[in-house]
């Protein structure tokens, strides 16, 4: 399978751990979106990557949030002193960087906090 | 901030029945796009439409795109029971900028 591939699928955690998630996009694919679904909720815009290169960063992504992508392949997002409110599903989509091309979405990894 | 709303936000059906969900946006775009989400899974993409097109088919999907009056409405014809998902608008502003999502509509398909 060479699509958008994501891990771990679930991680629960105490509050005030520090998380990481990992994403791997489809590979000839530059350009790199981090996103946040709550229930019942579509999916919110993090931060997006093209190629190595940080692009955009939602106002949602606060301080204790850090994403990269050091080698334009693989991108993890961390979280730092994890909140209640972090509880969410984590999605990860990669694209082709031409003008209007769809994204390819992970399976996404849930996150617990206790 | 989530630019889309999907009107209804649930909607059940009979197998076979057609099944039309529409989605309003706020601002000016190059692109519409709509989305598939089983229970628990990331999201499917099922069309792409610019702001220059009216209409496109896929299947037996059909989408329309108004930019005058910022609406788009997803058809899906001769429903199945394996389309039972959420189905989610998403815009961008510009060629590859990130997406924008409505709340998405539930939509359940009875067999």
């Known amino acids: 399978d060479t699509g958008v591939s994501q891990n771990p699928r679930h991680k629960i955690t105490k509050r005030g751990q520090n998380v990481t998630f990992r994403c791997d996009p489809i590979s000839e694919h530059n350009r790199l979106y981090w996103y946040r679904q709550t229930l019942g909720q579509g999916p919110e815009f993090l931060t997006y990557f093209q190629n190595e290169a940080q692009l955009e960063k939602s106002r949602l992504l606060s301080d204790r949030f850090s994403a990269e992508r050091p080698k334009g392949s693989f991108s993890t997002l961390e979280i730092q002193r994890t909140e209640q409110g972090d509880s969410a599903m984590y999605l990860c989509a990669s694209s082709l960087d031409q003008g209007g091309q769809p994204q390819h979405f992970g399976d996404g990894t849930r996150l617990s906090i206790l | 901030s989530q630019q889309g709303e999907e009107d209804p936000q649930a909607l059940s059906i009979q197998e076979g029945e057609n099944a039309t969900m529409n989605c309003s946006y706020k601002?000016?775009?190059?692109?519409l796009q709509w989305y598939r989400q089983n229970s628990g899974r990331g999201l499917v993409h099922l069309i792409l439409i610019r702001s220059n097109e009216r209409e496109k088919h896929s299947g037996r999907l059909r989408v329309t795109l108004d930019t005058s009056k910022k609406s788009s409405s997803l058809l899906i014809t001769a429903s199945r029971a394996a389309d039972t998902a959420s189905y989610f608008c998403a815009t961008a502003i510009s060629g590859n900028t990130p997406l924008v999502f409505g709340k998405g509509t539930r939509l359940s398909v009875i067999a």
């Open positions: 601002t000016s775009i190059n692109n």
